[in-house]
Antibody, heavy 122, light 112 residues
């Protein structure tokens, strides 16, 4: 399983940032599979942002809910995260992660991408 | 949100000696499905986080057996039986029982 993030390295305040996670080794069409996003501030704090499951169930961080949208492409080989109205506090490294859930158990963030650094500055 | 509190935040250790990190949650991490969802991650310098332990005490594939996790309810511990140079980095606990998922502040492990 591999995941790779891509997106702009620099954004201006108030802009919308679109990040793409391209993965291989699993299918988002398979029952139980999920792909999510976690970011890390320059100081090191990890913050979970959003997660989408194979059946289109979506979960968002309440602190960013109205600014985040997570979607998958029609072929389900990419997951896209959109963050609107960015601000310098959104500066950080954004990671894409794999999850899996079943009726018996949930398995969070067992695989991570390399991360992509986004800097918000005017 | 469930608050995850780690201690210590900095942990200087001597090579070959044990190390222990505590993680406390503001709510029980016992889920209605019967599992307790507490994970531990390691982030070496310049690398992405890597999961070491899931559901309190289960080691991920490839994780050395010197790493062990324990605990229940709201109190959890990660132990390294004998610290090696490759264990230097930051360790984070994370709860997966409640939405939103939340992480501890991180504990920086360094060699004395």
């Amino acid at each position: 399983i591999t995941l790779k993030e891509s997106g702009p390295t620099l954004a201006k305040p108030t802009e919308t940032v679109t990040l793409t996670c391209t993965f291989s080794g699993f299918s988002l069409s398979s029952s139980g599979v999920g792909v999510g996003w976690i970011r890390q501030s320059p100081g090191g704090a990890l913050e979970w942002l959003a997660l989408i499951y194979w059946n289109d169930d979506k979960y968002y961080s309440p602190s960013l809910n109205n600014r985040l949208t997570i979607t998958t492409d029609t072929s389900k080989i990419q997951v896209v995260l959109t963050l609107t109205d960015v601000d310098p506090e959104d500066t950080g490294t954004y990671f894409c992660t794999h999850s899996f859930r079943s009726k018996l158990s949930t398995n969070d963030f067992d695989y991570w991408g390399q991360g992509t650094l986004v800097t918000v500055s005017s | 949100d469930v608050v995850m509190t780690q201690s210590p935040l900095s942990l200087p250790v001597t090579l070959g000696q044990p190390a222990s990190i505590s993680c406390r949650s503001s709510q029980s991490l016992e889920h209605s499905d019967g599992n307790t969802y507490l994970n531990w991650f390691q982030q070496r310098p310049g690398q992405s986080p890597r999961r070491l332990i899931y559901k309190v005490s289960n080691r991920d594939s490839g994780v050395p057996d010197r790493f062990s996790g324990s605990g229940s309810g709201t109190d959890f511990t990660l132990k390294i039986s004998r610290v090696e140079a490759e264990d230097v980095g930051v360790y984070y606990c994370m709860q997966g029982a409640h939405w939103p998922r939340t992480f501890g502040q991180g504990t920086k492990v360094e060699i004395k």
